[in-house]
C-alpha cells in the first residue's frame, strides 16, 4: 500500500484499460476506408452499408479509447514527476508530435468523414476517411517510438550539471528499432483485432439470415485480411524477440525462464516455479530450441538470468534485477498460444469459403472469437512492460526512482479508487453501445447517421 506500489497499479490498470481500444482503432480504420472506397467505386450500396456499419462501431471504440488515452497524459507529471523531469527532453518529443501533428490528423477527417457526406465533395470526403486512418496509425507510431526509446534508450546524453537525459540525435530516436519493431507488430495485432471482430459479428448475422450477403463479403474479407496479419503479427514478434535478445537479455531470458546460461539452450514447453517466482521445480524442455529462436541457430549461446543478474549487480550495484517471471512467462504463453490459434482459425475460415459456410453448424461458435485478440493482446502489453521491470528507463532509471517524491498513500487511494468506478461506468456502457449497435445492424446505422442527405455532393468531379 506504498505510493510506488499504488502508482503502478494505477497507471497500469489505466494502461490496460485504454490498450483495449488502441487495436480495434488502428485496424478496424482500414477496413472502413477500404468500404467507403468500394463504394465510390461500384456504388453498391452494400459497401455504402458495410461502411456505415463499421464505421459506427469504429466511432464507439475510437471515443472510449480517446477519454481513456488522455488520463495517462496526466499521470506522467501527477504520479511519475521524476520520470518527467529526468526523460521529459526526450520522451517529450515524440508525444507533442503525436498530439499535435496525427491526433489532430486523426480527428479533424474523422469529424469530415463523420458529418461531410453530401456537404462535401466526394473525393474530399473519400480522402477524408483514409486520412483519418493514417492519422490513427501515426499516432501509434510516434507513441510507440517514445516506448521504444524507454525499453531501448539511444540518441541521448546525460548533462553532468542537471542529472536529465538531453535528446542529441532525434534521428536515432525516429529510427530506434525497437520503436518500428513495436509499431510493426501493434499494427499487425490491430488489423487481426479488427479482422477477428468482424468476422464474430458477421458470423451472428449470417446465422441468424440477416443481410447475408453484406455480412459475407465483410466475413470474407475479415478472412483473408486476418489470415495476413495474424502471419505477420507471428513474424513481427519473432523479429522483436530476437532483438530483445540482443538489448534486453533479462527479459528474454525471464520470458523463458532460463535459469543458467548454455549453449545451445533448452526451450520450455512448461516450466512451474516455487511461489516465490525464482526457483525452477519442475519443467519439460525441448533441446537447443531456443537458441534457434534467439540467433536463427541451434549452436546458439543464451545466457541464463542468474549471470545476467550478477552482470547487472556489478553494472548499476546492489538490487533485484529480475523481473516477476511467473508473469513474463506465462502472458508470453498466452501471446503465442493465442496468436497461433488465430492463424489456424483463419486459415480453416478462408477453406470453408469455398463452400456454403453459411449453413455450417460451426458458425455458431464463430462469435466467441472475439475475445481471442484481445486476450492476445493484453498478454502482451503486459509483458512488454513488465518484463522490463525494474526499470522505467532500461539501465538509466529505475521505477523506484521515477515516482512523484509528495504522493501519500491516501491521494492515491482515493484516485485509484476514483478511476476504477469511472472506467468500470465506461467499460459498462462501451460495452452496452458495442452491443447495441452490433446486433442492430447495417440498416440501424443508416438511419441514424447524421449525413444522410437529399443528393450527393461532387458526384460528377
Not at 138 to 160: C, D, K, R, T, Y
Request: proline share 4%; charged share 15%.
Amino acid at each position: 500500500m506504498d505510493p510506488i506500489t499504488l502508482s503502478r497499479w494505477q497507471f497500469g490498470l489505466t494502461t490496460v484499460y485504454h490498450f483495449l481500444f488502441v487495436p480495434l482503432t488502428l485496424g478496424l480504420s482500414w477496413f472502413v476506408a477500404y468500404f467507403q472506397t468500394r463504394y465510390y467505386q461500384t456504388q453498391d450500396e452494400s459497401f455504402h452499408k458495410m461502411a456505415k456499419f463499421w464505421g459506427k462501431l469504429f466511432l464507439i471504440n475510437f471515443a472510449i479509447g480517446v477519454v481513456t488515452g488522455i488520463v495517462q497524459e496526466f499521470q506522467f507529471g501527477m504520479n511519475w514527476s521524476e520520470y518527467s523531469r529526468f526523460v521529459g527532453d526526450i520522451f517529450g518529443a515524440p508525444l507533442a508530435i503525436e498530439a499535435l501533428m496525427a491526433f489532430f490528423l486523426e480527428s479533424t477527417f474523422l469529424g469530415i468523414w463523420i458529418f461531410g457526406e453530401g456537404k462535401v465533395p466526394e473525393k474530399v470526403h473519400l480522402a477524408a476517411i483514409w486520412l483519418a486512418a493514417i492519422g490513427s496509425n501515426l499516432s501509434a507510431l510516434w507513441i510507440l517510438l517514445a516506448n521504444g526509446w524507454m525499453q531501448h534508450p539511444v540518441g541521448f546524453v546525460i548533462n553532468e550539471v542537471t542529472g536529465r537525459a538531453e535528446l542529441v540525435d532525434f534521428f536515432a530516436l525516429v529510427m530506434n528499432p525497437k520503436g518500428w519493431l513495436f509499431f510493426w507488430h501493434t499494427i499487425a495485432a490491430g488489423l487481426t483485432t479488427a479482422s477477428f471482430l468482424i468476422l464474430g459479428v458477421s458470423a451472428y448475422h449470417i446465422i441468424r439470415k440477416q443481410n447475408v450477403d453484406l455480412f459475407k463479403h465483410s466475413f470474407q474479407a475479415a478472412t483473408i485480411v486476418g489470415l495476413i496479419a495474424s502471419t505477420l503479427v507471428f513474424f513481427g514478434g519473432h523479429t522483436n524477440g530476437q532483438y530483445m535478445f540482443e538489448t534486453q537479455p533479462m527479459k528474454f531470458s525471464a520470458i523463458e525462464a532460463h535459469w543458467e546460461t548454455s549453449q545451445p539452450a533448452d526451450f520450455s514447453l512448461l516450466t512451474i516455479g516455487d511461489l516465490s517466482g525464482k526457483r525452477e521445480v519442475w519443467s519439460i524442455r525441448v533441446p537447443a530450441v531456443l537458441s534457434f529462436l534467439a540467433c536463427n541457430n541451434f549452436e546458439c549461446e543464451v545466457r541464463g538470468v542468474n549471470d545476467i543478474q550478477k552482470e547487472y549487480e556489478a553494472t548499476y550495484g546492489p538490487g533485484d534485477y529480475v523481473p516477476l517471471m511467473v508473469v513474463t512467462y506465462w502472458t508470453f504463453r498466452f501471446m503465442m498460444s493465442v496468436g497461433f490459434l488465430m492463424m489456424l482459425l483463419s486459415f480453416l475460415f478462408l477453406l470453408a469459403l469455398r463452400g456454403k459456410y453459411e449453413n455450417a453448424k460451426w458458425m455458431k461458435w464463430v462469435p466467441w472469437v472475439i475475445v481471442l485478440p484481445y486476450i492476445a493482446n493484453m498478454s502482451g502489453w503486459i509483458l512488454t512492460e513488465m518484463g522490463r521491470q525494474p526499470w522505467i528507463v532500461q539501465g538509466l532509471l529505475k521505477v523506484q526512482d521515477a515516482v512523484s517524491p509528495n504522493l501519500t498513500t491516501v491521494d492515491l487511494l482515493i484516485s485509484l479508487i476514483g478511476y476504477v468506478v469511472v472506467y468500470g461506468a465506461l467499460a459498462g456502457a462501451m460495452v452496452y453501445l458495442m452491443r447495441k449497435y452490433a446486433i442492430a445492424g447495417p440498416d440501424a446505422a443508416m438511419h441514424e447517421s447524421v449525413d444522410v442527405a437529399p443528393a450527393r455532393v461532387g458526384a460528377d468531379d
